[in-house]
C-alpha cells in the first residue's frame, strides 16, 4: 500500500477471524477451561453478494497469448483457465500429477511470512480433473522448454520438487508474485474492471454452467465443499437455466400428448 495508516477490515476477514476464536472456544468448553463461547453473542459484519466477473473466451485467450512474466506464465494461465483449480493448486501441481489426461489435485502452494509451504487442499480432499483434449500437447511443449532450463542448471535444477510450474531452476514461484503479475497483465489487456487471477477460475465455472454442465461436477471439478457452495456462488449462472428448463417441460408434455392414441383418457 501507498500509505502505511491503518484501515477497517473487510467484512470476510473479520468474519474469518470470529470462525477461528469461536473454534477455540468450543475446543475450550469440550476440555473444561470456559463454559460459553462469547462469539456466539457477537454481531458479525454482513457480507456484501456481488456478481462474480466472468471473462469472455477471447479474452481468456488474448491473457494468454500476451502474457509476459514469469517464463511459464502463459501455459499456468492455461491451466488454470481449463481446470477452474485455485492459484495454489495450479502451482503445486507435479508432472506425476498429470496421468491419463487428467490432473491429480491433492496440495496447494501457499506463501506465509516464513517462505513458501506446501499444503493440503482448502477442503483437504484429493481430487481428480480432467484435461481438455488439447492439453497435454500444451503440455508437452511446456515441459520441452522446461527441459532446456533442466538441462542448463544441471545438478542445481530442483528436480526433487517436479514441479510443472516452476522458477528457471525447478524452485516454487511465488504465488502473491504470479497474482500481481496477472493483474498488471489485466490492466494492461483493459479488460473489464476487477479483473484478476481468480476470475479466471470464476470464467470457467460460469461458462461451464452457461453451456449446460450439470453443476455437480462443476462443484467437482472446482473443488468445493458442497453442491451448495456452488449454487449460492454461482446462482446467476444457474437462474439463466430455469427458462430452458420450463421449455425442456413443455416439449416433454407436449410430446406426450402427441403419442397418446386417440379416444385414450
Keep these: 500500500r501507498k ?33 460459553t463461547n462469547p462469539v456466539t453473542h457477537s454481531d458479525l459484519p454482513k457480507m456484501k453478494k456481488r456478481s462474480g466477473l466472468a471473462l469472455l473466451p477471447s479474452e481468456q485467450d488474448r491473457m ?37 489426461g487428467a490432473a491429480f489435485v491433492d496440495r496447494s502452494l501457499c506463501q506465509i511470512r516464513g517462505g513458501l509451504i506446501f499444503k493440503s487442499t482448502k477442503t483437504e480432499k484429493p481430487r481428480r480433473i480432467e484435461l481438455p483434449p488439447t492439453m497435454p500437447a500444451v503440455l508437452a511443449r511446456h515441459r520441452e522448454r522446461q527441459d532446456e532450463f533442466r538441462r542448463q542448471f544441471g545438478p542445481e535444477y530442483r ?34 474492471k476487477g479483473a484478476s487471477l481468480h476470475t479466471v477460475r ?13 453443476i455437480a461436477t462443476v462443484s467437482e471439478r472446482l473443488g468445493h465443499s458442497s453442491v451448495a457452495t456452488t ?35
Design 3 to 35: 500509505s502505511k495508516s491503518p484501515r477497517p477490515m473487510k467484512p470476510k476477514t473479520v468474519r474469518n477471524i470470529a470462525g477461528l476464536v469461536s473454534s477455540a472456544f468450543l475446543r475450550a468448553i469440550k476440555w473444561g477451561l470456559v463454559t
Design 159 to 192: 528436480s526433487d520438487l517436479d514441479l510443472i510450474f516452476a522458477n528457471p531452476d525447478g524452485s516454487p514461484l511465488k504465488p502473491d508474485s504470479v497474482s500481481g503479475t496477472v493483474s498488471r497483465l489485466c490492466r494492461t489487456l483493459k479488460l473489464p
Design 64 to 100: 494468454v497469448e500476451c502474457a509476459v512474466g514469469p517464463w511459464c506464465l502463459g501455459t499456468f494461465l492455461e491451466v488454470a483457465s481449463a481446470t477452474g483449480c485455485r492459484r495454489g493448486e495450479v502451482l503445486a501441481l507435479r508432472w506425476s500429477d498429470i496421468q491419463d
Design 231 to 265: 449454487a449460492a456462488i454461482y446462482a446467476h449462472a444457474i437462474r439463466g437455466k430455469d427458462r430452458a428448463a420450463a421449455q425442456v417441460w413443455d416439449d416433454v408434455m407436449q410430446q406426450s400428448r402427441a403419442e397418446k392414441p386417440t379416444g385414450v383418457n
Design 202 to 214: 470464476h470464467s470457467h465455472a460460469s461458462l461451464l454452467l452457461e453451456r449446460g454442465v450439470d
